[in-house]
């Protein structure tokens, strides 16, 4: 694994770990319970700063400052709690979805993209889709899957959004009943198009699907 596929590996990590951060603190502060605890934490927080037995303490409660340190203690206790569970719901969450193969990843089940329906009114129609999991300038692999009456007098062809704007009469790599596409550039847009050539009006379902991700 090369220093750019170690660099991602680690940004991703820490993008993954913030999100996860973020949805263990909603999920306690949208909880009766979990907010119960951080006050809690901050009265206990609160009569250490003191420490002057319950007369004194009774007596400063007008000290607003300490009673805020007091809460600013609770909340980095909880923050760093949620810290520590989200460090090792990343790890999970990665060894869910897949693996990594040298500067590739590899999705354990093909995730579903984009989808859409098309017909012979859809020929040679330019029908944009994003695929948002994936590295710029990196290199993805699709999978199109065609659900219908006809789909052998359905072919489909999909390209870079780049690519496909700057050379519009190119080749396009055209396959027929659905199929995979290999090594496709991923442009700073993130985003391809699919182009279809249909022989029949009966509509039939295009799913794409992201079989693997990968760091050039």
């Not at 579903?112 to 290199?139: C, H, Q, Y």
């Not at 985003?191 to 799913?207: D, M, P």
Request: charged share 25%; hydrophobic share 50%; aromatic share 10%.
């Amino acid at each position: 694994m090369d220093r750019r596929a170690i660099l991602v590996r680690v940004r991703r990590y820490l993008a993954s770990w913030l999100r996860l951060v973020r949805d263990e603190a909603r999920d306690v502060a949208a909880d009766t319970l979990g907010l119960t605890q951080i006050l809690t934490a901050a009265v206990a927080y609160f009569a250490l700063i003191r420490s002057g037995g319950i007369e004194k303490m009774a007596a400063d409660l007008h000290n607003l400052w300490q009673a805020i340190q007091a809460l600013i203690y609770a909340l980095a206790t909880f923050l760093l709690i949620c810290g520590i569970k989200a460090a090792f719901r990343v790890k999970s969450e990665e060894k869910t979805l897949g693996q990594w193969h040298g500067n590739g990843f590899i999705y354990k089940a093909p995730r579903l993209v984009f989808m859409t329906e098309v017909s012979d009114a859809d020929n040679m129609k330019w029908i944009p889709f994003r695929v948002p999991d994936v590295e710029v300038n990196g290199s993805a692999e699709l999978r199109v899957e065609l659900d219908g009456l006809e789909t052998k007098r359905i072919k489909v062809a999909i390209l870079p959004k780049m690519i496909a704007e700057t050379g519009l009469d190119a080749p396009w790599p055209w396959i027929g009943g659905g199929g995979s596409y290999n090594m496709l550039f991923v442009d700073k847009y993130k985003s391809f198009y699919l182009r279809v050539a249909a022989e029949t009006c009966n509509k039939s379902i295009v799913r794409i699907y992201l079989v693997k991700w990968g760091i050039v």
